[in-house]
């Protein structure tokens, strides 16, 4: 842990020596999660309620998602490099260093658009948690902040398991990783607006619906308001999962040619 | 004209080599149209907001996530990198034109996508039981190609801006939110809020999704396809001239 704080911290203070590419950066960041503000404010100009969903609970959703997607570039950016890592035989160096790989990997790079997200994902989900109508007592607020750790362990855990394919799938480029990451941003809507097998894919297969939409379902108090008290049960597998893989990619693992 | 001919050829034979990444970007946008249709078809029902109801609203989308899928197949990144690392230094000795010979590039990129974007769009077709006929069919083909141009300008200019930072990622990600927020792609420009209506309507990303909608739809005419053409001519021109004023920011290293 600590390896990967000290590994981390070097690559902020490299990364913002690029002082216009910072802002560029964290500007970009800024700019995507407003459009998903603006896009729900334009819609519930024109209507109360999505599927039962309120304006609030809706930008809830949104926000808590800015926050968590917000994570991976800040905390886990190296994880999208293990792919031209594999493929160019980097990870000897990592390997034979006396500290472990998968800290110093996923401390290998730090992406700064993250900043923006969690600015206004935090402020999104900041001014939605005051607007819904919610009985706050410190047991709501203490399983509440654990489901978010939970949503949070899921979404990096899930962000590590399809980086990590790149063991299997060869190729300088993390394909699979992107193409999940890009379905992943389904959820930045209430879950009920799509179909059956969508939803269903996102509970069995993949359980991005334990990001954003299960937890809220139960701090809403909404139908299978107790799918949500399964966040932790779901996070604990994940990181299971996550862990398991890096092991097995690693025993995979054949440098390229020296 | 032949120099041209030949990067036209050797780019559309470049996106299958690229063939993989073209795949995770059809995909990508194809998730991002679910979202859409989904949530659209929530909010919708069968009524109707700001003039639109399901069957509009379907020719909308499926015509914004046609003209945001145009041009994405990994041209502007070689080319944000060439200037990134200093290669373009040896585009600059070739006896061709620069921004003509990237058009000529980007046009070759675009044979195979206007094939897939054909077949996606006739699937959404089939997949959602069909949307609403074009009211101005030859009008909204007009529109449909000018977009073509119009969407290399942006990439274009965006790229040019790589002369002064070191990363193409975040001056990539602005554009596109940019362009997603102001061209319609997001929302249907009627139902922004005044205050993001009004550059709308006076920037030039309109014109890449918002004017062949509602040139679809009927709710405008010739006029938007005028805007459109100024569009292009003006930001050839502009390009030009950033062009002239970023050679002179160029480091390359090495030599």
């Given at each position: 842990m600590r390896v990967y704080f000290r590994i981390l911290g070097a690559h902020l203070r490299s990364t913002l020596e690029y002082e216009a590419d910072f802002a560029i950066m964290v500007v970009a960041g800024l700019l995507f999660q407003l459009l998903n503000l603006v896009f729900l404010s334009a819609i519930f100009a024109q209507v109360p309620h999505i599927n039962g969903w309120t304006y609030a609970e809706c930008v809830l959703v949104a926000g808590m998602y800015g926050i968590i997607a917000g994570l991976s570039p800040l905390f886990?950016?190296?994880?999208?490099s293990i792919s031209w890592r594999i493929n160019k035989g980097e990870l000897d160096y990592p390997l034979i260093r006396p500290a472990p790989v998968a800290a110093q990997v996923i401390g290998s790079r730090i992406g700064l658009h993250g900043v923006g997200d969690l600015i206004v994902g935090g402020s999104m989900a900041g001014w939605a948690v005051t607007q819904v109508s919610v009985s706050w007592t410190p047991l709501t607020v203490a399983i509440g902040l654990l489901l978010f750790v939970s949503a949070a362990a899921i979404h990096l855990s899930f962000v590590t398991i399809f980086n990590l394919a790149s063991f299997w799938i060869p190729g300088p480029h993390p394909f699979l990783a992107i193409t999940m990451h890009n379905i992943e941003d389904m959820v930045r809507y209430p879950l009920t607006i799509y179909g059956q097998g969508l939803r269903l894919a996102f509970t069995v297969?993949?359980?991005?619906?334990?990001?954003?939409f299960f937890p809220l379902v139960w701090l809403l108090g909404k139908?299978?308001?107790?799918?949500?008290?399964?966040t932790p049960v779901v996070a604990l597998w994940s990181v299971w999962l996550a862990r398991f893989t890096f092991r097995r990619g690693l025993l995979r693992y054949e440098s390229s040619g020296h | 004209m032949r120099a041209y001919k030949r990067l036209f050829l050797i780019s559309a034979r470049n996106v299958f080599a690229y063939r993989m990444s073209a795949l995770v970007s059809w995909i990508g946008s194809g998730a991002f149209l679910i979202a859409s249709f989904a949530i659209w078809k929530a909010l919708l029902g069968d009524g109707s907001i700001g003039g639109y109801d399901w069957p509009s609203m379907k020719a909308y989308l499926i015509i914004s996530w046609a003209t945001m899928q145009?041009?994405?197949?990994?041209l502007e990144w070689r080319m944000a990198d060439r200037i990134l690392w200093g290669e373009v230094a040896t585009d600059l000795t070739k006896p061709v034109d620069y921004q003509k010979a990237r058009f000529a590039e980007y046009l070759g990129s675009l044979t195979l996508e206007l094939i897939a974007i054909t077949i996606g769009v006739s699937l959404v077709a089939m997949l959602t039981g069909g949307f609403a006929a074009p009211k101005q069919p030859l009008l909204f083909f007009a529109s449909m190609l000018l977009v073509i141009p119009l969407k290399f300008m942006f990439m274009y200019l965006a790229c040019m801006l790589c002369f002064w930072t070191s990363n193409y990622m975040g001056v990539a990600w602005a554009k596109n939110a940019l362009i997603m927020l102001f061209s319609?792609?997001?929302?249907?420009?009627?139902?922004?809020?005044t205050w993001l209506a009004t550059p709308a309507a006076v920037l030039?990303?309109?014109?890449?999704?918002a004017a062949p909608a509602i040139v679809y739809l009927g709710q405008a005419g010739l006029e938007v396809v005028v805007v459109q053409a100024f569009w292009v001519i003006l930001l050839w021109f502009t390009a030009r001239l950033l062009w002239r004023v970023a050679l002179r920011a160029l480091t390359v290293h090495g030599g």
């Amino acid at each position: 842990m600590r390896v990967y704080f000290r590994i981390l911290g070097a690559h902020l203070r490299s990364t913002l020596e690029y002082e216009a590419d910072f802002a560029i950066m964290v500007v970009a960041g800024l700019l995507f999660q407003l459009l998903n503000l603006v896009f729900l404010s334009a819609i519930f100009a024109q209507v109360p309620h999505i599927n039962g969903w309120t304006y609030a609970e809706c930008v809830l959703v949104a926000g808590m998602y800015g926050i968590i997607a917000g994570l991976s570039p800040l905390f886990f950016e190296g994880m999208w490099s293990i792919s031209w890592r594999i493929n160019k035989g980097e990870l000897d160096y990592p390997l034979i260093r006396p500290a472990p790989v998968a800290a110093q990997v996923i401390g290998s790079r730090i992406g700064l658009h993250g900043v923006g997200d969690l600015i206004v994902g935090g402020s999104m989900a900041g001014w939605a948690v005051t607007q819904v109508s919610v009985s706050w007592t410190p047991l709501t607020v203490a399983i509440g902040l654990l489901l978010f750790v939970s949503a949070a362990a899921i979404h990096l855990s899930f962000v590590t398991i399809f980086n990590l394919a790149s063991f299997w799938i060869p190729g300088p480029h993390p394909f699979l990783a992107i193409t999940m990451h890009n379905i992943e941003d389904m959820v930045r809507y209430p879950l009920t607006i799509y179909g059956q097998g969508l939803r269903l894919a996102f509970t069995v297969l993949v359980p991005f619906a334990f990001v954003t939409f299960f937890p809220l379902v139960w701090l809403l108090g909404k139908p299978f308001a107790w799918a949500g008290l399964l966040t932790p049960v779901v996070a604990l597998w994940s990181v299971w999962l996550a862990r398991f893989t890096f092991r097995r990619g690693l025993l995979r693992y054949e440098s390229s040619g020296h | 004209m032949r120099a041209y001919k030949r990067l036209f050829l050797i780019s559309a034979r470049n996106v299958f080599a690229y063939r993989m990444s073209a795949l995770v970007s059809w995909i990508g946008s194809g998730a991002f149209l679910i979202a859409s249709f989904a949530i659209w078809k929530a909010l919708l029902g069968d009524g109707s907001i700001g003039g639109y109801d399901w069957p509009s609203m379907k020719a909308y989308l499926i015509i914004s996530w046609a003209t945001m899928q145009l041009g994405g197949a990994g041209l502007e990144w070689r080319m944000a990198d060439r200037i990134l690392w200093g290669e373009v230094a040896t585009d600059l000795t070739k006896p061709v034109d620069y921004q003509k010979a990237r058009f000529a590039e980007y046009l070759g990129s675009l044979t195979l996508e206007l094939i897939a974007i054909t077949i996606g769009v006739s699937l959404v077709a089939m997949l959602t039981g069909g949307f609403a006929a074009p009211k101005q069919p030859l009008l909204f083909f007009a529109s449909m190609l000018l977009v073509i141009p119009l969407k290399f300008m942006f990439m274009y200019l965006a790229c040019m801006l790589c002369f002064w930072t070191s990363n193409y990622m975040g001056v990539a990600w602005a554009k596109n939110a940019l362009i997603m927020l102001f061209s319609g792609g997001l929302i249907p420009l009627s139902l922004l809020p005044t205050w993001l209506a009004t550059p709308a309507a006076v920037l030039p990303f309109a014109s890449v999704t918002a004017a062949p909608a509602i040139v679809y739809l009927g709710q405008a005419g010739l006029e938007v396809v005028v805007v459109q053409a100024f569009w292009v001519i003006l930001l050839w021109f502009t390009a030009r001239l950033l062009w002239r004023v970023a050679l002179r920011a160029l480091t390359v290293h090495g030599g």
